[in-house]
């Protein structure tokens, strides 16, 4: 045989080349079953924008009121139930079976209730931001984006308000229980950050909405409901000017992943305070006479406002205000669920809070993000169409009389 035929019939060995590596971040949502972290666990799917997903949380699937279209962002195998103000549990949370490190978390977490104990804010909203930012420096997280609200701004003067509303510079002073410990969890995360090299950023928010909506809007649209039964006028506190500012949270979703990879990036390095600060609202300034129109139209109901003298009354003796609307509504409520015969309403109430009642105007600019960012608004304002797709997704989940 010659050497050029033993070459030609010597069997070879193929290598198979190595998978090539999955560049995209890895996420961490906390609070992953609370509305914006499953929208947002939602808007990673959607897009394959992760490498991998861990939704963190203290409620179970099975008991977060999940829509269909969530099965598998928020599957089983993403979830792990687990509370993260409790130090002991950091390694479960944030150890990955290949050791590497997140490169993205997200703090949808903290109480969101109204009304409640200082204490309660403090153990479930402010401790757990402070446990999050530790942690995130301590390992060298790229980005920790944290989860505010607008309401942390001192109510603005009507030249702010006609100016275009508060700046991530303006002044604070915040007006809700909630509001007043998300800004301390932003202080503290300042202090974290020139401490111990935390990277992180802060969104404030309007009021969020969207499909499955449980919060502000959701509280009008079941009072709307009720006097549409009752055949009544619904009239509201204070004046039509009052802005009560809004954002799509699917809107809510692209900023927060735009702000990640700005806090991950160089150009974030030299940000600290209100440079890390980016409001959250959509262009279309909605008030209460926006509000006002929408009702009236959607559930064809007489709207209007209360007198100067009721709301001169109602500013003094808020309490005694919202008690006797809560007893009027609060029935009606009751048997129209029964006339349905529906027997799990889902987390829908017209129940209203004292806090939600304040005379002050939540009005922020959004320029900045849009500057810095990139961020473009997706939906521009709350309008009809946006009103019947959250009632609508109210049937498809069986919560609507």
């Not at 229980?177 to 969104?203: C, D, T």
């Not at 500057?371 to 473009?376: D, E, P, Y």
């Amino acid at each position: 045989m010659t050497e050029s035929s033993a070459q030609q019939t010597s069997p070879t060995t193929s290598i198979d080349p190595a998978p090539p590596k999955d560049e995209r971040p890895a996420v961490l949502i906390i609070g992953g079953l609370g509305y914006v972290g499953r929208f947002l666990a939602l808007h990673l799917y959607r897009n394959n924008l992760a490498s991998e997903v861990r939704l963190v949380d203290k409620v179970l699937p099975q008991l977060a009121w999940l829509a269909p279209e969530f099965a598998e962002a928020c599957s089983q195998d993403k979830f792990m139930q687990a509370d993260a103000t409790r130090e002991q549990s950091l390694p479960k949370i944030f150890n990955r079976t290949n050791g590497l490190e997140f490169d993205y978390v997200f703090n949808c977490g903290g109480e969101t209730r109204y009304s409640q104990d200082d204490s309660v804010y403090r153990a479930r909203s402010l401790d757990l931001s402070l446990t999050l930012g530790r942690e995130c420096a301590r390992r060298r997280t790229p980005a920790l984006v944290e989860f505010s609200t607008g309401m942390v701004y001192k109510p603005p003067s009507s030249s702010t308000i006609n100016s275009g509303g508060c700046t991530e510079t303006a002044s604070t002073k915040p007006w809700t229980k909630i509001a007043k410990w998300k800004l301390a969890a932003e202080e503290g995360l300042e202090k974290i950050a020139k401490r111990e090299g935390l990277r992180y950023v802060v969104l404030r928010l309007a009021h969020v909405y969207g499909e499955y909506d449980v919060g502000f809007l959701a509280r009008g649209l079941c009072l709307a409901r009720v006097y549409e039964k009752l055949d009544s006028e619904m009239k509201w506190l204070w004046t039509k000017d009052l802005r009560v500012n809004t954002v799509h949270v699917h809107d809510v979703c692209e900023i927060a992943w735009r702000s990640a990879k700005w806090c991950a990036s160089p150009a974030s390095t030299t940000e600290t305070g209100a440079g890390r600060v980016f409001n959250v609202v959509d262009r279309g300034d909605t008030s209460q006479g926006t509000l006002a129109t929408l009702f009236s139209s959607t559930f064809n109901i007489s709207t209007g406002f209360q007198g100067t003298l009721i709301s001169s009354f109602a500013r003094f003796n808020l309490d005694s205000v919202v008690d006797d609307v809560n007893e009027e509504v609060l029935q009606p409520w009751a048997d129209l669920l029964k006339e349905k015969e529906i027997v799990r309403p889902g987390p829908l109430s017209p129940f209203l809070e004292k806090e939600l009642l304040r005379d002050c105007d939540l009005c922020l600019k959004g320029e900045r993000a849009e500057r810095v960012l990139g961020w473009k608004v997706g939906v521009v304002g709350l309008g009809g169409e946006g009103i019947r797709g959250v009632v609508d997704s109210y049937g498809r989940m069986g919560w609507w009389p």
